[in-house]
């Protein structure tokens, strides 16, 4: 049986190949209301994000997951992307999910037992599986806790580059790299460009600690493709001008 690519993955790739590099708005359903969601994805939207995830922390489930992707719905065209921390982050309304195996978890459910239970959910919400391997790179922050992760070094690129690659070998179209939540800063430029340059064509998406502009730019001229802020943007007092700063920065 051949897999097709969806149509939520092609337009993120057209988008990296057309922008240069495509930005993602990540809203967690239990930072704030489903209403002020909906108005975080629309500012994000007016500032030139390509997609809205949805999802993150072990409260982003159930009704509140629900209703906060029918709000976004209501403020935005732009595909809705689930970013589930287990199979309590599915939900029927949104148009895509980010399958994902943390590769560096100590624990088996988060590398495969949780996507084992999710699958047919997935099948039977009728959302598109994008498929993409999950890698924390130190600090961590709370994803790296609760996923209990092997935080690769930041001083060790190459560990993250074999993950990486073996990643590319089982098929997955989509890597991400993640200091976590909140980081103080980024993932090393140098970790991304060896990252990149064992990828090839595999698209890597970096987050965690991104907090301006420049700092974006820094990891696309590395070699991120697609680069995703969550906390900066919840932080921020103007969505709109902060979004925009950063997809400004980032595209050709």
């Given at each position: 049986m051949r897999f097709e690519i969806g149509r939520v993955e092609q337009r993120l790739a057209r988008a990296v190949q057309e922008q240069g590099a495509a930005h993602l708005t990540l809203i967690d359903p239990d930072s704030q209301s489903p209403a002020e969601a909906a108005l975080m994805a629309e500012a994000a939207t007016n500032g030139g994000t390509d997609a809205i995830m949805v999802g993150g922390s072990v409260g982003a489930a159930g009704v509140l997951l629900h209703e906060t992707v029918q709000q976004i719905k209501k403020k935005t065209d732009l595909?809705?992307?689930?970013?589930?921390?287990?199979?309590?982050?599915?939900?029927?309304?949104?148009?895509?999910?980010?399958?994902?195996?943390?590769?560096?978890?100590?624990?088996?459910?988060?590398?495969?037992?949780?996507?084992?239970?999710?699958?047919?959910?997935?099948?039977?919400?009728?959302?598109?599986?994008?498929?993409?391997?999950?890698?924390?790179?130190?600090?961590?922050?709370?994803?790296?806790?609760?996923?209990?992760?092997?935080?690769?070094?930041?001083?060790?690129?190459?560990?993250?580059?074999?993950?990486?690659?073996?990643a590319k070998y089982m098929g997955m179209r989509l890597v991400y790299l993640e200091a976590g939540s909140g980081a103080n800063s980024p993932v090393p430029s140098e970790m991304v460009a060896?990252?990149?340059?064992?990828?090839?064509?595999?698209?890597?998406?970096?987050?965690?600690?991104?907090?301006?502009?420049?700092?974006?730019?820094?990891?696309?001229?590395?070699?991120?493709?697609?680069?995703?802020?969550?906390?900066?943007?919840?932080?921020?007092?103007?969505?709109?001008?902060?979004?925009?700063?950063l997809t400004l920065s980032i595209r050709r």
């Open positions: 595909p809705i992307i689930l970013f589930p921390g287990n199979v309590a982050g599915l939900c029927e309304n949104a148009d895509a999910v980010f399958f994902m195996s943390l590769l560096n978890s100590r624990i088996t459910a988060y590398i495969v037992e949780n996507q084992v239970l999710g699958a047919p959910l997935v099948l039977r919400y009728g959302l598109e599986a994008i498929p993409m391997a999950y890698i924390i790179v130190e600090p961590g922050g709370t994803v790296g806790f609760v996923g209990d992760a092997r935080l690769i070094p930041r001083k060790k690129p190459e560990l993250a580059a074999a993950y990486a690659l073996a060896v990252v990149k340059r064992a990828l090839g064509d595999v698209l890597l998406v970096v987050g965690g600690g991104i907090r301006s502009g420049a700092a974006a730019a820094e990891l696309v001229k590395a070699g991120a493709d697609l680069i995703v802020t969550g906390t900066a943007v919840e932080r921020t007092g103007d969505v709109t001008s902060f979004v925009s700063e």
